[in-house]
């Protein structure tokens, strides 16, 4: 019973196998990027980046039909473009970061789908905003478990100036040119999970896998280290459960995986142990000092 | 005893108008520096001005004693993310960023240094706390230990005793004149006057033009004190370009 649930299906299935591969190592790196929006208030820049990556890829299924490389390429250039041209707006115009990243991703946006109607059915539009997790070939699969790789490595080198950039931005600036290239790096990071994840999960749900896992997480622990792990593991824990119920039910896996993750982010909300709903019910009795 | 600082004729403008209008002057090195003047009068705009986060408009800062970066600055309103999951050690900590770096860890002396600069501020104990749990002053005596740290030779302090108690202000003003024995030059922004001429040698007085500066005794006199509360706060719309070139 239990292994008929739980095993047999990455046993008996070796497209199972690869999309649960291909899914842990987007919820690996995905987490600690996670974490950092989170605590950058950039939750929402997650998905609009997403979007923003459409008419990169969008030009290179025009040229290359479904290619790897050709819309890994299209969608790093048009995410990477997104985000330069939204902080160079912010700096150089009255316009702030958000408004300057919503309209440039909005006009991304809508080339994107443009381009996409040009040529292509339907069924190729759907597998560029939702993904299948369930068809990850050999180069995708490699293609994932490097960005991972890399995503990890490069968070560690620049993990410090970062969280001071996030904490205390006037102060990193006054001794040292460290944010900028900080804040560069995070934003390219995040620009390449999402284009990994657009292949498993698609455009739309890519960023789920980052921003509920963190979320969640923070309702559980208020240490960022704490937060990084525990994001972790909800979001290998929602990766598995998330391909098993699409395997059951017969179901799409992406969206399946984004809400398990979903359910844990409720449940969070109400029980976690860190601001959950629960734990500011009662007033428990005060201490003396 | 050399210079520290040199300032030339230098303008500080928002949006071309002028904040700090035609300043020159020199400031010793170990000198203890008030700045003082009305709201808008360009103080914290000048500070800004020598620690380089506003680019001269006119004129220009030499730094002698150091670079732009090497100097400690505490600005008025500190923008931390106080949410953020920090403890105090850690933040004040980063105050050794500049022997650091992206990646160095912390030797033995510079561990002790960090709880070195906790207990000079009074802080011993709440090296674990979160620093989003700390009280507004504390908050401010954090920051004042990550200074220490920096180790400068140049310490700008904009409005550093506002919603700090009288015991923690004095206790800082210990540390301001321990800086002055060790040759630090040291500028503060001040509105409390009578703290001005109890514990700081020379002063500035400024209203968006400098209306004094020198020994402080002779610049906080009544005329001056006078002429600076004169100073028209608003901007005029339709001022005419300024004819002092340098």
Known sequence: ?289 | MSAALRIHDLTLAYDRHPVVHHLSGEIEQGALLAVCGPNGGGKSTLLKGIVGALQPIGGKVERLACDARAIAYLPQAADVDRSFPIDVFDMVAMGHWRSIGWFGGLSKTQRARVFDAIASVGLTGFEDRPIGTLSGGQMQRVLFARLLLQDAPIILLDEPFNAIDQRTVSELLELVNSWRSEKRTVIVVLHDLDLVRRVFPQTLLLAREKIAWGATSDVLCPENLLSARRMVEAFDREAHECERAA
């Not at chain 1, 291909?22 to 979007?51: E, I, K, N, Q, Y």
């Not at chain 1, 509920?212 to 622990?221: D, E, H, K, V």
């Not at chain 1, 909800?234 to 459960?241: K, R």
């Not at chain 1, 995986?257 to 601001?275: C, P, Q």
């Open chain 1, 1 to 289: 019973m239990f292994y008929d649930l739980l095993i047999a299906p990455f046993i008996e299935f070796e497209f199972m196998r690869r999309a649960l591969v291909g899914a842990c190592a987007l919820a690996l790196a995905g987490s600690p990027l996670g974490v950092f929006l989170l605590l950058r208030r950039m939750s929402l820049t997650g998905d609009a980046m997403a979007h923003a990556i459409l008419p990169g890829a969008a030009v290179g299924y025009l040229i290359a039909g479904l290619s790897l490389p050709a819309m890994t390429i299209g969608g790093l250039a048009a995410g990477l473009s997104v985000a330069l041209l939204s902080g160079l707006v912010a700096r150089f115009t009255a316009l702030r970061e958000d408004a300057s990243l919503a309209g440039f991703y909005l006009m991304s946006l809508a080339l994107g789908v443009t381009i996409l109607s040009l040529r292509g059915s339907s069924v190729d539009l759907l597998h560029v905003l939702f993904g299948n997790v369930l068809a990850l070939d050999e180069d995708t699969l490699l293609f994932l478990a490097g960005v991972a790789t890399f995503t990890l490595l490069a968070l560690a080198a620049g993990y410090r100036a970062l969280a001071m950039e996030t904490l205390d931005p006037g102060f990193l600036s006054s001794v040292s040119k460290a944010g900028g290239p900080a804040q560069v790096l995070f934003l390219s990071l995040v620009v390449l999970n999402l284009v990994a994840g657009f292949h498993a999960l698609g455009t739309l749900l890519a960023v789920g896998i980052m921003i509920l896992p963190a979320a969640s997480a923070r309702l559980w622990s208020p240490d960022i280290t704490r937060m990084t792990l525990i994001a972790a593991v909800i979001g290998l824990v929602s990766s598995a459960a998330g391909l098993l119920l699409s395997y059951h039910f017969n179901l799409p896996p992406g969206p399946l995986i984004v809400l398990t993750a979903g359910g844990w982010h409720v449940a969070s909300m109400i029980f976690g142990l860190s601001g959950g709903y629960l734990r500011r019910l009662p007033p428990r009795r005060h201490l003396e000092a």
